[in-house]
């Protein structure tokens, strides 16, 4: 008992909650070992997506995700604990941790082979952990523990970057997070489906909308039908969203409409009108499922195709 004490609660530091002795710790599974981390320190479970590598970076950081916003260095733990790599598959998942780095809350994504359970593990089940040798460096372990007759390595994960690298990954994400503007792909697909569903009177309110709140751009349209443009709009809007982790083809065809668009006499308070009325309209249809992180991704999307489109002509 005072082994398990001095594993957990000395070494590390580490603040158990109401009951002093018992944790949760969600399980999972790499290359055939099952490693436990605590639960409190989990934000999220995910599904390996690709991730923006970072150019210089040890090859165990294989990139950053951005989720809804936050942008998140992605460790693979195989890599990190040296054990023989695995090709990502369906079963692939990132947990998405919290972790203490310097005494600042950083989020952290680790690629693991799956996950396997969640335990209620008391201090008294907790072991020192033995030496892995060359395998695992003591750092990354808290302890080991045995629940229904398994073994579950319990990691401590504040350590698994160490200061340096985590310099090295926060000063890259804010350059990533500059130049990407922090869209969420993953969150601007889903909504984008949901609102397709009724693609037609998303258009067709949209026009509805800017023209009764600002009738001065109506004349602009005199040379188009409405019923086309509305189509050639969601086009437009569909075309966005699936370029939208490809930047640079992206902002080809949107220099390009850009430059059109300045022949049809849009200005710039033109896109701001544009952006807050599709924004709105967006909303409405959207109804229960429309949420903020909805809403701001959205925000950032068109952000970027208006100042894109206005960059062709020398305003933005
Ligand atoms: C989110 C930004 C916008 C997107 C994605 C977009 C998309 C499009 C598309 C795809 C067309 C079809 C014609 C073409 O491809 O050139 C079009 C036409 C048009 N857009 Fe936009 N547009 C945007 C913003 C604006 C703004 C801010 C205005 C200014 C009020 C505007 C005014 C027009 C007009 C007047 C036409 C019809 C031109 C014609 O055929 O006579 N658009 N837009």
């Known amino acids: 008992m005072s082994t398990a004490r001095y594993a957990t609660d000395e070494i590390h530091g580490i603040n158990f909650n109401a009951d002093p002795n018992k944790n949760q710790y969600l399980t999972f599974i790499l290359a ?3 490693y436990g981390v605590d639960i409190l320190r989990v934000q999220e479970i995910k599904g390996w997506d690709n991730v923006t590598k ?3 970076a040890p090859v165990y950081i294989k990139g950053v995700m951005n989720l809804r916003g936050t942008i998140v260095p992605i460790i693979d733990l195989r890599q990190r604990f040296q054990l023989e790599s695995l090709e990502y598959n369906k079963m692939t998942v990132v947990i998405v941790l919290k972790v203490i780095n310097e005494n600042k809350e950083r989020i952290m994504g680790i690629v693991v082979d799956a996950v ?3 335990y209620d593990i008391t201090g008294e089940q907790i072991r020192p952990a033995p030496d892995f040798g060359d395998v695992i460096s003591v750092e990354f372990l808290r302890g080991i523990a045995t629940v229904h007759n398994r073994l579950v390595i319990l990691l401590d994960i504040d350590h698994l970057l ?3 690298e ?3 990954v926060s000063r890259r994400t804010q350059s990533v997070k500059v130049q990407e503007t922090a869209i969420d792909a993953d969150l601007l697909e889903k909504s984008f489906t949901e609102l397709s569903q009724q693609g037609g009177l998303l258009v067709s309110r949209f026009y509805e909308e800017l023209f009764k709140r600002y009738p001065d751009v109506k004349p602009l349209f005199s040379n188009t039908s409405i019923a086309e443009q509305q189509q050639k709009l ?3 809007i569909k075309l966005v969203v699936a370029n939208i982790r490809d930047p640079q083809a992206l902002k080809n065809v949107l220099v390009k409409l850009g430059e059109r668009h300045r022949g049809y006499g849009a200005q710039p308070e033109h896109y701001k009108a544009v952006k807050a009325t599709l924004l709105d309209v967006m909303k409405e249809l959207s109804g229960a499922s429309w949420s903020e992180s909805k809403r701001a991704t959205w925000d950032n999307a068109l952000q970027v ?3 894109t489109m206005l960059k062709a002509d020398g305003n933005g």
Request: aromatic letters at 4%.
């Open 234 to 236: 969601l086009a437009a």
């Open 54 to 56: 970072i150019p210089n």
């Open 162 to 164: 160490d200061a340096n």
């Open 32 to 34: 055939g070992e099952e």
């Open 166 to 168: 985590m310099q090295f």
């Open 305 to 307: 195709v208006a100042s």
């Open 116 to 118: 396997s359970d969640v």
